[in-house]
């Protein structure tokens, strides 16, 4: 049983399409999150929702967009995809908000 | 300066070496610290949680230094399935905010 389980596991398209990643836990936990893992190996959040309410938006641009739809799925769609977004994005969960994080197994987004 | 910093190495050490790493930290109010490892294309695991009063866990010890805002991370004996890349993790307000560090390499050879 995959505790974190996130769809597709590798995505390669176009510059300028549209793309979702799906993630899901089977945990309980109450708190998941969105990571962007660039080419330098540097783990960044970029969103973080607890009991399906966004907590935490970084900077990111607004082409990207969470959605929770139950406290078990975190989904992020992004438009119009660009050359930097090439990188690999984990989702993660954690039973409360300081616990740590489990991770998923990531997706490896490439755009040609 | 950044959240979170760590020597990139890499540490290349023979097999049975005892390695430390550390990791500083910048805010003085963090809360939560912990190690995570990553292997090569996979994903980051919690390898330990770092209490105030440090901890061991079989051939790992983490400890806490409050007054010059570092975690260590030691391993002793180590292993060549030892060698990945090991992620410090600071939680700076008990908010679910984690900061990762870059990761220190960690090479184990024969």
């Known amino acids: 049983d995959t505790a974190v389980s996130q769809t597709p596991k590798y995505l390669v398209t176009q510059m300028g399409n549209d793309k979702s990643i799906k993630c899901e836990q089977n945990l309980g936990h109450d708190t998941m999150y969105w990571y962007k893992q660039d080419s330098k190996k540097f783990l960044k959040i970029m969103f973080s929702y607890n009991n399906k309410e966004l907590i935490i938006n970084e900077t990111v641009p607004n082409r990207f967009s969470p959605k929770s739809p139950d406290k078990a799925h975190l989904n992020l769609h992004i438009n119009s995809l660009e050359l930097g977004d090439s990188a690999v994005y984990f989702c993660a969960s954690s039973q409360r908000r300081d616990q740590p994080q489990h991770f998923g197994d990531g997706t490896r987004l490439s755009i040609l | 300066r950044k959240e979170v910093e760590q020597d990139p190495g890499p540490f290349n050490v023979p097999e049975g070496a005892t390695v430390a790493f550390n990791c500083t930290y910048s805010n003085s109010a963090s809360q939560s610290f912990f190690w995570y490892r990553q292997d090569c294309r996979k994903e980051p695991k919690l390898l330990m949680s770092?209490?105030?009063s440090g901890n061991e866990d079989g051939r790992f010890t983490a400890q806490l230094n409050r007054a010059s805002q570092y975690i260590s991370l030691l391993i002793r004996d180590s292993k060549l399935s030892d060698s990945a890349t090991y992620l410090c993790v600071v939680n700076p307000n008990n908010f679910n905010k984690f900061y990762f560090g870059s990761g220190t390499k960690l090479n184990v050879k024969p």
């Open positions: 770092v209490y105030s």
